[in-house]
Nanobody, 120 residues
């Protein structure tokens, strides 16, 4: 079974920074897409950023210029560097991966989430 494990969340003051990591493990042939999503209380889950195997990136408008997504294909790991954090960034952040298993089945997995709280 493919697992995604997030880390790096926590409490930070407005204007501060955090770096989230997500490591994938299991019978993975290739991860085509990896991304970060977030869900705040009372709101639906939304895209934060995603990245292709070739390194092309996409960002949601509220985080453009502040967040940076990157990946290490050899380690099946994706990162999210978050700078200039705002209270509205407070949410549970989830990692997602679309991948080919070793048996060539194309599947998608989600991590359990990591809490990010931005407060003074």
């Amino acid at each position: 079974q493919v697992r995604l494990v997030e880390s790096g969340g926590g409490l930070v003051q407005p204007g501060g920074s955090l770096r989230l990591s997500c490591a994938a493990s299991g019978s993975i042939f290739r991860i085509n897409f990896m991304g970060w999503y977030r869900q705040a209380p009372g709101k639906q889950r939304e895209l934060v950023a995603n990245i292709t195997i070739g390194g092309s990136t996409n960002y949601a408008d509220p985080v453009k210029g502040r967040f940076t997504i990157s990946r290490d294909n050899a380690k099946n790991t994706v990162y999210l560097q978050m700078n200039s954090l705002k209270p509205e960034d407070t949410a549970v952040y989830y990692c997602n991966a679309d991948y080919l298993r070793n048996d060539m089945r194309f599947l998608s997995s989600w991590g359990q989430g990591t809490q990010v709280t931005v407060s003074s």
